[in-house]
């Protein structure tokens, strides 16, 4: 019999360039590059926002991007806006602290408490989910458990997706592939974190689904944790 689920269902999505990056350059909003969308990706990427109970993206992304994570282009609910956070060091007038969707802020036993008081005063939900940095399995447990959270996307950027994928909370993974290349050895990729030393640490992807949307190829993977790249057939 399968375990029953105490975490979300874990949509990984992403707009990334043919050489893998997902910005200009280090410390570049990523809105640069989204204005390159073709609009049917843009209604797909909101659509997917409609379909899912929550949306986190990592605090460095909302200090450079200061992403709304809304539905806009499409009718539906915005689902709840999630940011691990550890210290709740994220500006105040940050646009996911202002109305339009719920907004829960996850810190860590680090982080001070004028800082979490504040948050709050914005309308926004605190969880303290870890002692040093946010806990992200303790999160996703938090969200299925006390949020009701079933399935979560998560929209970046490099840190908190190579943290998501280390410990195996991303079950699937949404490309949209724009068609340039911006060049630059530390500019941000896909995933970031560390290297790995063999092909036996490789983060095995199933290849489910590609399609044209609009002028954009989409790619879409299953994440299958464990699989040895030994075992894929070429
Ligand atoms: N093209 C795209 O689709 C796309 C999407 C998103 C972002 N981006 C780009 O990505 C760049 C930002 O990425 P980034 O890698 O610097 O930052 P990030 O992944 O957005 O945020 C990382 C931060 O999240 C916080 N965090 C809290 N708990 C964590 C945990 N357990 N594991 C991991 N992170 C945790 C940490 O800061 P604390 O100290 O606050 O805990 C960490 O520094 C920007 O240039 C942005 O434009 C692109």
């Given at each position: 019999?399968?375990?029953?689920?105490?975490?979300?269902?874990?949509?990984?999505?992403?707009?990334?360039?043919?050489?893998?990056?997902?910005?200009?350059?280090?410390?570049?909003?990523?809105?640069?590059?989204?204005?390159?969308?073709?609009?049917?990706?843009?209604?797909?990427?909101?659509?997917?926002?409609?379909?899912?109970?929550?949306?986190?993206?990592g605090s460095n992304t909302?200090?450079?991007?200061?992403?709304?994570?809304?539905?806009?282009?499409?009718?539906?609910?915005?689902?709840?806006?999630?940011?691990?956070?550890?210290?709740?060091d994220i500006p105040l007038?940050?646009?996911?602290?202002?109305?339009?969707?719920?907004?829960?802020?996850?810190?860590?036993?680090?982080?001070?408490?004028?800082?979490?008081?504040?948050?709050?005063?914005?309308?926004?939900?605190?969880?303290?989910?870890?002692?040093?940095?946010?806990?992200?399995?303790?999160?996703?447990?938090?969200?299925?458990?006390?949020?009701?959270?079933?399935?979560?996307?998560?929209?970046?950027?490099?840190?908190?997706?190579?943290?998501?994928?280390?410990?195996?909370?991303?079950?699937?993974?949404?490309?949209?592939?724009?068609?340039?290349?911006?060049?630059?050895?530390?500019?941000?990729?896909?995933?970031?974190?560390?290297?790995?030393?063999?092909?036996?640490?490789?983060?095995?992807?199933?290849?489910?689904?590609?399609?044209?949307?609009?002028s954009n190829l989409v790619?879409?993977?299953?994440?299958?944790?464990?699989?040895?790249?030994?075992?894929?057939?070429?």
């Open positions: 019999m399968q375990e029953p689920k105490t975490r979300p269902h874990v949509l990984m999505m992403s707009e990334i360039t043919a050489d893998g990056k997902l910005t200009l350059k280090r410390g570049a909003s990523s809105k640069i590059l989204m204005k390159y969308m073709a609009p049917e990706t843009e209604v797909l990427l909101h659509n997917t926002r409609a379909d899912y109970d929550a949306i986190m993206v909302i200090k450079i991007d200061n992403s709304f994570l809304t539905v806009r282009l499409v009718p539906g609910k915005s689902p709840l806006r999630v940011i691990p956070n550890s210290r709740a007038d940050a646009n996911v602290l202002k109305p339009g969707a719920p907004t829960l802020i996850a810190v860590s036993g680090e982080a001070p408490p004028d800082r979490i008081a504040a948050i709050r005063s914005r309308g926004a939900e605190v969880v303290v989910a870890g002692e040093r940095e946010v806990d992200l399995p303790l999160l996703m447990q938090i969200l299925h458990d006390r949020f009701g959270v079933k399935k979560l996307m998560i929209e970046g950027g490099p840190t908190l997706n190579w943290y998501m994928l280390q410990h195996r909370l991303v079950d699937e993974i949404r490309l949209i592939h724009l068609p340039f290349i911006v060049g630059g050895a530390d500019t941000p990729s896909l995933v970031g974190g560390m290297h790995i030393d063999s092909e036996d640490e490789m983060i095995v992807l199933r290849l489910k689904k590609h399609y044209l949307c609009g790619t879409e993977y299953d994440v299958l944790y464990g699989e040895k790249v030994h075992g894929i057939s070429r």
